[in-house]
T-cell receptor, first 111, second 113 residues
Framework: EDQVTQSPEALRLQEGESSSLNCSYTVSGLRGLFWYRQDPGKGPEFLFT?????EEKEKERLKATLTKKESFLHITAPKPEDSATYLCAVQAMDSNYQLIWGAGTKLIIKP | EAQVTQNPRYLITVTGKKLTVTCSQN?????MSWYRQDPGLGLRQIYYSMNVEVTDKGDVPEGYKVSRKEKRNFPLILESPSPNQTSLYFC????????????FGPGTRLTVL
């Protein structure tokens, strides 16, 4: 069964303290892996797409990486405005374009 | 401004009273989708549409209906709501045509008593 697991469920960091969020996945064949950010009371906002192992994408303080089993979202020197829930989703080759979503990691950055 | 709009944003209703949640996008996207989000379960897809008059079931379609008569609109219909449909609902659209980079609406919080 295709599955996405995100860890940790929640992460509290001090401003400037770098860390990583994990997204482990099990799919029959990966078409793509996606990262979204969700602020409280809002819809998710697209961040990155990764298609193959070894690929990396960067945006400001965020960098997403991909292996054959998992993806990491690295956050470098975070600021309070990076506080949000980060969602990971995968799309399988035989999925007819449906996404399988993880439950998310709630990130809190304290000033 | 490119956006996905949903109405209403909040709704409290009673079991069995038919309701419709509207969704509209102004980006000329072909792909649209409805999700529900429940604590600890993540986003689950209800229905999606690849184009006008083309709709398909997602993971949790039971108790829901959709229609896609125009490209910009994708309403979600609950013909006989039940308390287990209390949830946060999101509409999304995608310009890639493959559900990859989805624009989400602001959400509709539905409570069924």
């Amino acid at each position: 069964e295709d599955q996405v697991t995100q860890s940790p469920e929640a992460l509290r960091l001090q401003e400037g303290e770098s860390s990583s969020l994990n997204c482990s996945y099990t799919v029959s064949g990966l078409r793509g892996l996606f990262w979204y950010r969700q602020d409280p009371g809002k819809g998710p906002e697209f961040l990155f797409t990764l298609y193959s192992a070894g690929e990396e994408k960067e945006k400001e303080r965020l960098k997403a990486t991909l292996t054959k089993k998992e993806s990491f979202l690295h956050i470098t020197a975070p600021k309070p405005e990076d506080s949000a829930t980060y969602l990971c989703a995968v799309q399988a080759m035989d999925s007819n374009y449906q996404l399988i979503w993880g439950a998310g990691t709630k990130l809190i950055i304290k000033p | 401004e490119a956006q996905v709009t949903q109405n209403p944003r909040y709704l409290i209703t009673v079991t069995g009273k038919k309701l419709t949640v509207t969704c509209s996008q102004n980006m000329n996207h072909e792909y649209m989708s409805w999700y529900r989000q429940d604590p600890g379960l993540g986003l689950r897809q209800i229905y999606y549409s690849m184009n006008v008059e083309v709709t398909d079931k997602g993971d949790v379609p039971e108790g829901y209906k959709v229609s896609r008569k125009e490209k910009r609109n994708f309403p979600l219909i609950l013909e006989s709501p039940s308390p287990n449909q209390t949830s946060l609902y999101f509409c999304a659209s995608d310009g890639t045509g493959a559900g990859n980079e989805q624009f989400f609406g602001p959400g509709t919080r539905l409570t069924v008593l």
